[in-house]
């Protein structure tokens, strides 16, 4: 294409300030970078170039045009060398860090099926609910939900999760079915780390407190004293799922169920992503869409 022409000729003339060094980096004519220049500074319509007998140096309109095309084949530089990487077997380490829960339930078995595809990749994988500085403790990857804060790292949209209000027949039974936000007020709900909820109401976030006899930082816990009739529990689909499924809790308040949260895998901002975080990215991505 046209408008790439010379490009790489202007470059290597304003890093080596001189025609001679770059026909020589570039294994061409000086001749051959002369013409491609002024092809190029005619077709810009600038003078990129001053020139003297003993140096070349760069115009002011030069210097911004190099930034930019400097930034060009840095990329195309990147692009071809990811290409290459990923005709290759991947390999090497990656070191990841994901909720507890969700991590043991949904993130981990997808790393165990990645590793088998891919077994020269090893995974050092931390699982903690605190969000940790990946760039200070050498993270390369982080599974985070919800609101991202951090926007100093680059994140992947992998897929969404839902909250829900449910308890078991026996509960609603004894105690009643909540059928507006009011009415969690008279109902025992089964507490984790916050002593709030959150529900949508009218097109917006609200921030109900609830109160209950009991307060875990366990979900599975949660699902135990809920499924034993103990109350009204707020939690994520994978801690319920199959207890919906098989009707030993359902689910209430549905009028009022908060926005779906995003599940996102977030990494550092470097220049060039590592083309095997880039894959198992994809991978779980491609495994997570479908849950």
């Not at 790489?8 to 491609?36: H, P």
């Not at 991947?90 to 165990?112: C, F, M, R, S």
């Not at 949660?222 to 799922?241: E, I, N, R, S, W």
């Not at 949260?261 to 997570?288: C, M, Q």
Request: hydrophobic share 40%; aromatic share 8%; with cysteine.
């Amino acid at each position: 294409m046209v408008q790439w022409q010379g490009i790489s000729e202007f470059v290597a003339v304003a890093e080596s300030e001189s025609f001679t060094g770059a026909a020589k980096r570039l294994t061409l004519s000086t001749a051959q970078v002369s013409r491609q220049i002024s092809a190029l500074e005619a077709r810009l319509s600038i003078k990129l170039f001053y020139r003297t007998t003993r140096k070349v140096s760069l115009t002011q309109e030069g210097e911004l045009f190099y930034r930019q095309c400097r930034a060009v084949l840095d990329a195309l530089e990147a692009a071809e060398r990811d290409i290459t990487n990923l005709q290759q077997t991947p390999h090497g380490n990656i070191k990841l860090t994901a909720p507890v829960t969700y991590g043991e339930q949904e993130i981990l078995p997808l790393i165990n099926d990645f590793l088998r595809q891919y077994p020269d990749i090893r995974v050092n994988a931390f699982l903690t609910n605190q969000n940790l500085d990946l760039i200070e403790q050498g993270y390369d990857l982080a599974i985070r939900i919800g609101k991202l804060e951090n926007s100093s790292l680059r994140a992947k949209k992998l897929t969404r999760r839902t909250n829900y209000v449910c308890a078991s027949p026996a509960y609603l039974e004894r105690c009643g079915t909540p059928r507006s936000l009011s009415a969690l007020a008279g109902h025992n709900c089964l507490l984790g780390t916050l002593d709030h909820w959150r529900f949508w109401q009218n097109g917006q976030e609200k921030n109900i407190r609830v109160k209950g006899n009991i307060r875990y930082n366990s979900g599975t816990a949660l699902v135990d004293a809920a499924l034993k009739g103990m109350g009204l529990v707020k939690l994520p689909h994978y801690y319920l799922q199959q207890h919906l499924e098989s009707g030993q809790l359902v689910t209430v308040l549905d009028d009022f169920r908060q926005q779906e949260e995003v599940i996102w895998g977030v990494y550092p901002d470097n220049r060039h992503l590592s083309p095997k975080i880039r894959l198992l990215l994809d991978f779980l991505a491609e495994k997570l869409a479908g849950k």
